[in-house]
């Protein structure tokens, strides 16, 4: 694959940055049981996991900013429109499209 003027064996995103770290021998061989097993590569499969892990680290991050800024008052009124639901019934429509 041609990419610029180099040759390129896989193309990559531009805007991806190259990680690389040690693990024990069993953990990158299960790493590689289940890249196999996902049919995906195993570099796939460890930048799913690590973003997963991120995101999960951001999530504890957010509870703890609604437990020091909770909602104001008018952020609160908001929710009086989600509890509104359907205005009118629409359960006799489940059939409709047989």
Do not use: K
Not at 8 to 20: A, E, I, N, P, R
Not at 64 to 69: F, G, M, N, S
């Amino acid at each position: 694959m041609e990419h610029g003027h180099t040759r390129c064996h896989t193309y990559y995103d531009l805007c991806m940055t190259m990680l690389s770290f040690r693990v024990a021998d069993e953990v990158a061989d299960d790493a590689q049981r289940w890249a196999e097993q996902l049919g995906i590569d195993r570099s796939q499969l460890l930048r799913d996991a690590l973003h997963r892990h991120l995101v999960r680290l951001a999530s504890e991050i957010d509870a703890i900013t609604w437990v020091d800024r909770p909602l104001d008052e008018a952020e609160r009124s908001l929710a009086a429109v989600a509890d509104w639901g359907p205005a009118e019934d629409w359960s006799d429509w489940s059939d409709a499209a047989r």
